[in-house]
């Protein structure tokens, strides 16, 4: 695939095992992509590009980034010699936190996925039940 269309992913997260979703700047603006997988193929996928073709050519390329994030993590993990479960394992609750909370500083797009995750917890802690509906966060910060 060319190094063209890859390099219009804004951002690839995986946000749950085999379930990626993808920001991608098309020709008519930010299109958001969901692929699930089932650890080798594709599955279900959604683009929301305004393209008649099926699948679009946005799906292919989302693709091959996540087959090639796969390969870097399988890389990282062979480097290291321990999986990121296993990391996490072996760090303190304090090194935890300040990692996360480094990051979070420093990323608008992950802070917001990280109050969308927590958003009930923190609805419940504070007395209320958390609305029945699909929850939106802040437009990402893109550059």
Known sequence: MSEAYTSNI??????????????????????????????KRRGDFSCSCPSGYYPCKHIP??????????EQ?????????????????KLTRKELFDFTLGLLRNDP???NA???????KIERENGNEPPRRKRRGIKPHCE
């Open 10 to 39: 804004i951002s690839l997260r995986e946000t749950s095992p085999d379930n990626w979703q993808a920001k991608y700047q098309g020709n008519f603006g930010v299109y958001n992509i969901r692929i699930h997988t089932d650890g």
């Open 109 to 111: 797009d992950l802070t």
């Open 73 to 89: 993590n399988a890389e990282v993990e062979s480097v290291f010699g321990m999986s990121v479960e296993g990391l996490l394992e």
């Open 114 to 120: 990280a109050f969308i995750a927590f958003s009930d």
């Open 61 to 70: 390329v989302v693709e091959e980034a996540i087959a090639r994030r796969i």
